[in-house]
């Protein structure tokens, strides 16, 4: 029997226990159905839930090339990340992510209110910024790290200081939440709205009252890509040209997403980009009942490849995973132990 078919009958069966809700929802990220107490009395289970947990974790991995992997502990010292806990809330730690061209992890450390670097070996290297809660980090061409909080688009300063690029006007619709980017485009530093229209700034204007260009969708090759939901059981990632004109009515389909049968319905369907040889990745949540799975879709010359992704978060995480140039993926995972980083091949 196939191994993912294997790992969906633990899943049917309630093996992997309740969806924890983080992120399910654009700008909304998931709540716990309970308490706080009742959330994380989840994974206080018997030894043998534990067990087949396990068991499907391991056919997980090997439904999905594991190419690297390493736990950061939770705490305040410099080579943890920090996580906060108490009677009625919900735990909170690590918002966002992004990998460096070097091939480091940068991590926003939420509760520590700083931004550290670590090796794709998970060795803590340093503490990039300090006093900042960023909601999304990028690079520019250049290689400079971009942070995203509330309207301040940030950079790495002396001594870790936050340096700050610009501000983005009020006249921009943000919403802090899963999905909330900061991009860099062409010279350019661009954020998006919900609806996935991206506004692009020069930041040699710090206080800039209006963007310098506004496109629909994310940067693809052969043009812009943004998403339509037909309905609960299919969706495309269309692909429309570079101008301002374009609408929702236009542009050709790059990539259907398939449904997810009778009993289920999409979640996000959200363009993730390409990597150096054009391929397209899309993320996919599939939903059917309480059971909600993470799915990392490549759309190429040679077909179709996916892969699913453990979705079990212990916290709200608004970037999940992010694609490489060459085709892997890093995904960032919360749990009760720590923050689990894993590199995967898209087979």
Same mark, same amino acid.
């Given at each position: 029997?196939?191994?993912?078919?294997?790992?969906?009958?633990?899943?049917?069966?309630?093996?992997?226990?309740?969806?924890?809700?983080?992120?399910?929802?654009?700008?909304?990220?998931?709540?716990?159905?309970? &308490?706080?107490?009742?959330?994380?009395?989840?994974?206080?289970? !018997?030894?043998?839930?534990?067990?087949?947990?396990?068991?499907?974790?391991?056919?997980?991995?090997?439904?999905?090339?594991?190419?690297?992997?390493?736990?950061?502990?939770?705490?305040?010292?410099?080579?943890? &990340?920090? &996580?906060?806990?108490?009677?009625?809330?919900?735990?909170?730690?690590?918002?966002?992510?992004?990998?460096?061209?070097?091939?480091?992890?940068?991590?926003?450390?939420?509760?520590?209110?700083?931004?550290?670097?670590?090796?794709?070996?998970?060795?803590?290297?340093?503490?990039?910024?300090?006093?900042?809660?960023?909601?999304?980090?990028?690079?520019?061409?250049?290689?400079?790290?971009?942070?995203?909080?509330?309207?301040?688009? &940030?950079?790495?300063?002396?001594?870790?200081?936050?340096?700050?690029?610009?501000?983005?006007?009020?006249?921009?619709?943000?919403?802090?939440?899963?999905?909330?980017?900061?991009?860099?485009?062409?010279?350019?530093?661009?954020?998006?709205?919900? !609806?996935?229209?991206?506004?692009?700034?020069?930041?040699?204007?710090?206080?800039?009252?209006?963007?310098?260009?506004?496109?629909?969708?994310?940067?693809?090759?052969?043009?812009?890509?943004?998403?339509?939901?037909?309905?609960?059981?299919?969706?495309?990632?269309?692909?429309?040209?570079?101008?301002?004109?374009?609408?929702?009515?236009?542009?050709?389909?790059?990539?259907?997403?398939?449904?997810?049968?009778?009993?289920?319905?999409?979640?996000?369907?959200?363009?993730?980009?390409?990597?150096?040889?054009?391929?397209?990745?899309?993320?996919?949540?599939?939903?059917?009942?309480?059971?909600?799975?993470?799915?990392?879709?490549?759309?190429?010359?040679?077909?179709?490849?996916?892969?699913?992704?453990?979705?079990?978060?212990?916290?709200?995480?608004?970037?999940?995973?992010?694609?490489?140039?060459?085709?892997?993926?890093?995904?960032?995972?919360?749990?009760?132990?720590?923050?689990?980083?894993?590199?995967?091949?898209?087979?």
């Amino acid at each position: 029997m196939h191994i993912r078919r294997i790992a969906g009958l633990f899943l049917e069966a309630g093996l992997e226990g309740r969806y924890s809700g983080a992120g399910n929802d654009y700008g909304r990220p998931g709540k716990p159905d309970t &308490l706080a107490s009742r959330y994380r009395s989840r994974y206080k289970q !018997d030894e043998n839930m534990r067990a087949h947990r396990g068991l499907l974790v391991a056919l997980l991995a090997l439904a999905s090339a594991v190419a690297g992997a390493f736990t950061v502990p939770w705490g305040t010292a410099p080579e943890n &990340l920090g &996580l906060r806990t108490g009677p009625e809330i919900e735990p909170s730690g690590p918002l966002t992510f992004t990998v460096s061209p070097s091939g480091s992890i940068i991590v926003a450390d939420s509760v520590n209110r700083c931004v550290k670097e670590f090796s794709s070996e998970g060795k803590y290297l340093r503490t990039l910024a300090v006093d900042v809660v960023p909601s999304s980090l990028t690079h520019d061409a250049s290689g400079r790290l971009l942070m995203l909080e509330g309207r301040r688009v &940030l950079t790495p300063g002396e001594n870790g200081k936050v340096a700050e690029v610009l501000t983005v006007p009020e006249s921009v619709p943000l919403v802090e939440g899963y999905g909330q980017d900061v991009l860099a485009e062409n010279g350019r530093i661009g954020v998006n709205d919900p !609806d996935e229209y991206v506004y692009l700034f020069d930041p040699k204007d710090p206080q800039p009252l209006e963007p310098a260009a506004v496109r629909l969708g994310r940067r693809a090759p052969g043009g812009r890509a943004f998403t339509v939901i037909k309905g609960f059981n299919d969706a495309s990632i269309r692909l429309a040209a570079d101008s301002p004109a374009q609408t929702r009515a236009s542009g050709r389909t790059l990539v259907l997403v398939a449904g997810s049968g009778p009993s289920g319905r999409l979640g996000v369907v959200a363009y993730r980009g390409a990597d150096k040889s054009g391929a397209n990745y899309v993320e996919v949540e599939r939903i059917s009942g309480r059971q909600v799975q993470l799915f990392v879709e490549r759309y190429g010359g040679d077909g179709k490849a996916s892969i699913e992704l453990p979705n079990n978060y212990f916290t709200t995480v608004y970037r999940k995973f992010e694609v490489q140039p060459d085709g892997s993926v890093w995904q960032m995972l919360t749990t009760p132990a720590g923050v689990e980083f894993t590199r995967r091949e898209v087979k």
